[in-house]
C-alpha cells in the first residue's frame, strides 16, 4: 500500500465570522501531485497555512507521515518545527529574503539541520566547518542544476519574476523536504513560461523523490500533471476526482462560471 | 580557501599594527585624547552589540542602557579595592556577603557581560514575542526598571550616590584588546550559520519561519548575546570613568548606540565601527556648542549647555531622514575593497566596463 504522506482531519478555520475553510479532509499519498483548486477567496492559501503551522485550525487535526509507519499530529505546531520535519512550502506573494544574495537564500534554507551549536559555530570548531562546507556543495549543486548558479550573486529581488519564482522553489527544495507545498507557482507566467515550469515541477518530484500538494489557477498545469484535484468554494470541498472527473463536473463548472457572473 | 586564509592573515596583520598604535597611544598622547579614544572603543563594542539585534536579527531593542548598567555595577561592586569600600558606601553600608569579595576586572568583565545576557533572556521571553514600535518600549521600559531597581539596591549598589574609587582604566592596550576580541567573536558569530539565520528573520520572519528557522530561539540567541557585549562594554565604561552612578545609564545614552548603528549602516559590522569612531569624536568637537560664545564681545545667547544636545538630535533626525542606509548600509569594508582600491585607486570612478581589464 503506498503511503499517506498527509492527511487533514475535519480542519477548519474561522476568522470571526468567516470560516474560510470548512471541514477539509484530504490525503496526500507518496509521490503523487495534488492539486487544490477554486475561486478566488475559496480558503486555499488558508488551508496551507493550517497545514504548515502559521494559523492553528480551529478544529480538526493534520497528521503528517515523514516516513513508513510513523505519523505525527503535527496540528498547531509552530512552522519550524513542521519545516524541520519535512514540509516546505512556497509563498503566493513570493517571500524571498530581498535583499541578501541568491546564494544566500538559499543558503540560509540549510541552517535549519545544522547540528552545531552557536558557540561551535561562532569558534569554526571543525564539525561546524564540516557541515559549514557540506551547506555551501549543496547548495552550489542545487544552483547549477536549476540553473541559477550564474546569477548566484545577484540580489534576490534584482531577479526577474518568472527566477524569482523558480528560486522560491529551490530554496524549498534545500531543506530537503518529503512534501513539498506550492501557492500558485505559475502565478504571472506566460503559457510557454507555464509550460516549462510544469516540466519543472515533475521533474524535481522525481529527482528529489517528493511529494506535491499545490494551488494553482492555470488550469492546463492543474490538468496536465495532477493525480488528483481538491476543489474548494467558500471554504467547502465541493468535488474532489482525477482531473478528467473534475473538468466534467456539474459543480465545479458552476462554481467557476458563477464566479465569472458575478464579476 | 585561500582567499579566506589571506583575508584572515590581513585581518590579524591589522590588528597587530593597530595594537602597536594602541600602546603607542597610551605612552605618548595626552590622557584627555586617550579617554575619547578609550571612549570609542567602547562605543564600538556597544554599538556593534546594538547592531546584533537592530541590524542583523531586524529587531528594534532600546535596551542597551540597561544592560550597559548591569555590566557596569557588576566592575563597580566588585572591583573598588576592599578597604576603600567603607568611604564611598558612607550612607548605607555594603551588604556584609559583599563587602569582602573583590574580583580582577577581567572577570568582572566576562560575569558583568553573562549577568546582562541572564537578564535578557529572561526579558526576552515575553518582549520578543512582540514588534516593531511595541518592542522598541518595551526594551526601553525594562532598560528603565534594570536602572531604577539598581538605584534602589543601596546596600548592594550604593543607590543614587553612585559607586567611586573604581580602580581607572584609562589604558588604550586594555580597551582595544578587549574591543578586538569581541569584534572577532561577533564578526564570526555573525558569519555563520546563526548569523545568516537572524539576517533571514530580519528579511522575512514568515519565510524565515517556513524555512525551519525558530524564531524565539534566534532572537532570543540575538538578544543576549547582544546583552553580553553590551554589559562588557558597559562594565569597560564604569572602569574608564573610575565611577558608575545610575544617571549615567538613562535611556538617553542608548540613543548614541542608536545613532552609530544608523549613521555607520544597521547591519554593518564595519560600519559601526566608523560611526562609532565619528559619534564619539563628534559628541566631544560639539561640545564648543556648550560653551559660551562670543563674537566681537557681543556673547551669542544659543551657546550654552544643553546646545550640543539639540545639534545632536537635529543630525540624528538628519540621518535618520535622508541618510537611512548609512555609510556602509547593510555592506562591509571588506579587504577585497581595499586592496582593490590600492591597486586602482580611480577605478571606482571609472566606468564599470573597463574594470575587468
Ligand atoms: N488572517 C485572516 N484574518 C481574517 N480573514 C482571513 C485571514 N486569512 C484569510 N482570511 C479570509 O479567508 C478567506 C479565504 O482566504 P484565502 O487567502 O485562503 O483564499 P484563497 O483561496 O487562497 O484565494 P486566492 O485565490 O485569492 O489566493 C477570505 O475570505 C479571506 O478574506
Ligand atoms: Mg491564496
Not at chain 1, 140 to 167: M, T
Not at chain 2, 5 to 15: E, G
Amino acid at each position: 500500500m503506498i503511503r499517506t504522506v498527509l492527511r487533514t482531519e475535519h480542519v477548519t478555520m474561522q476568522f470571526g465570522g468567516v470560516i474560510a475553510v470548512n471541514d477539509l479532509n484530504i490525503v496526500v499519498k507518496e509521490h503523487e501531485i495534488i492539486a487544490l483548486i477554486g475561486p478566488n477567496g475559496a480558503g486555499k492559501t488558508t488551508a496551507f497555512n493550517d497545514i504548515t503551522g502559521v494559523y492553528t485550525p480551529t478544529k480538526g487535526r493534520v497528521i503528517y507521515s515523514p516516513a513508513e509507519g510513523s505519523e505525527a499530529d503535527i496540528t498547531g505546531k509552530k512552522p519550524s518545527d513542521i519545516a524541520k520535519m519535512g514540509i516546505a512550502r512556497t509563498f503566493q506573494n513570493i517571500r524571498l529574503f530581498k535583499d541578501l544574495s541568491v546564494y544566500e537564500n538559499v543558503l540560509i534554507a540549510k541552517h535549519l539541520h545544522l547540528k552545531s551549536s552557536f558557540v561551535a559555530a561562532t569558534l569554526r570548531l571543525p564539525g561546524y566547518k564540516k557541515e559549514e562546507e557540506a551547506m555551501r556543495a549543496d547548495v552550489e549543486r542545487l544552483l547549477k542544476e536549476v540553473n541559477l548558479w550564474d546569477v548566484r550573486n545577484e540580489k534576490a529581488s534584482s531577479l526577474p519574476y518568472g527566477k524569482q519564482r523558480y528560486l522560491e522553489i529551490v530554496r524549498a527544495l534545500a531543506t530537503k523536504p518529503q512534501l513539498l507545498l506550492l501557492d500558485e507557482p505559475a502565478a504571472g507566467m506566460n503559457p510557454k513560461e507555464t509550460s516549462e515550469l510544469t516540466d519543472f515541477i515533475r521533474q524535481i518530484r522525481d529527482r528529489f523523490n517528493l511529494t506535491i500538494f499545490m494551488i494553482e489557477h492555470h488550469m492546463d498545469l492543474v490538468m496536465e500533471i495532477s493525480d488528483r484535484i481538491y476543489v474548494l468554494d467558500f471554504g467547502n470541498t465541493i468535488a474532489t476526482g482525477n482531473p478528467t472527473e473534475i473538468q466534467n463536473n456539474e459543480r465545479v463548472i458552476k462554481a467557476y462560471l458563477g464566479e465569472d457572473e458575478d464579476a | 580557501m585561500n582567499k579566506d586564509k589571506r583575508n584572515i592573515m590581513l585581518t590579524l596583520v591589522a590588528l597587530v599594527v593597530l595594537f602597536g598604535v594602541a600602546c603607542f597611544a597610551q605612552t605618548e598622547i595626552d590622557s584627555y585624547v586617550r579617554r575619547i579614544i578609550n571612549l570609542c572603543l567602547i562605543y564600538a563594542i556597544i554599538g556593534l552589540s546594538m547592531n546584533i539585534t537592530n541590524g542583523f536579527a531586524g529587531q528594534f531593542s532600546l535596551g542597551q542602557a540597561g544592560f550597559m548598567a548591569i555590566g557596569a555595577y557588576m566592575v563597580g561592586i566588585f572591583t573598588v579595592p576592599v578597604n576603600l569600600r567603607a568611604d564611598v558606601f558612607y550612607a548605607t553600608p555594603m551588604h556584609p556577603w559583599l563587602v569582602n569579595i573583590y574580583i580582577p576586572l577581567w572577570l568582572a568583565l566576562i560575569l558583568g557581560g553573562v549577568l546582562a545576557a541572564v537578564v535578557a533572556g529572561l526579558i526576552g521571553t515575553p518582549v520578543l514575542r512582540l514588534r516593531g514600535d511595541y518592542l522598541a518600549i518595551a526594551t526601553l521600559g525594562f532598560s528603565e526598571i534594570i536602572r531604577i531597581v539598581i538605584t534602589n539596591a543601596t546596600s548592594i549598589t550604593n543607590g543614587a550616590l553612585g559607586i567611586k574609587n573604581i580602580p581607572p582604566l584609562n589604558d588604550v592596550r586594555y580597551i582595544f584588546l578587549v574591543t578586538a576580541i569581541s569584534y572577532i567573536i561577533i564578526t564570526l558569530l555573525l558569519n555563520s550559520s546563526y548569523g545568516r539565520a537572524f539576517k533571514a528573520i530580519r528579511e522575512d520572519e514568515i519565510a524565515a519561519e517556513a524555512m525551519g528557522i525558530g524564531l524565539f530561539y534566534h532572537k532570543n540567541l540575538a538578544f543576549m548575546v547582544s546583552a553580553f557585549f553590551a554589559g562588557i562594554g558597559g562594565g569597560l565604561y564604569g572602569a574608564l570613568l573610575g565611577t558608575v552612578d545610575p544617571k549615567n545609564f538613562l535611556f538617553t545614552i542608548t540613543y548614541n548606540f542608536l545613532l552609530i548603528i544608523v549613521l555607520g549602516g544597521m547591519g554593518s559590522i564595519t560600519g559601526s565601527m566608523f560611526g562609532a569612531i565619528i559619534v564619539t569624536a563628534g559628541l566631544e568637537y560639539l561640545r564648543l556648542f556648550d560653551e559660551p560664545l562670543e563674537i566681537m564681545g557681543v556673547a551669542i545667547p544659543l551657546f550654552r549647555p544643553g546646545l550640543r544636545m539639540v545639534v545632536f538630535s537635529i543630525l540624528l533626525m538628519i540621518c535618520v531622514l535622508f541618510w537611512r542606509h548609512g555609510i556602509m548600509g547593510t555592506n562591509e569594508l571588506t579587504w577585497e575593497k581595499i586592496l582593490n582600491f590600492v591597486k586602482h585607486p580611480l577605478a571606482g570612478f571609472r566606468k564599470k566596463g573597463v574594470q575587468g581589464k
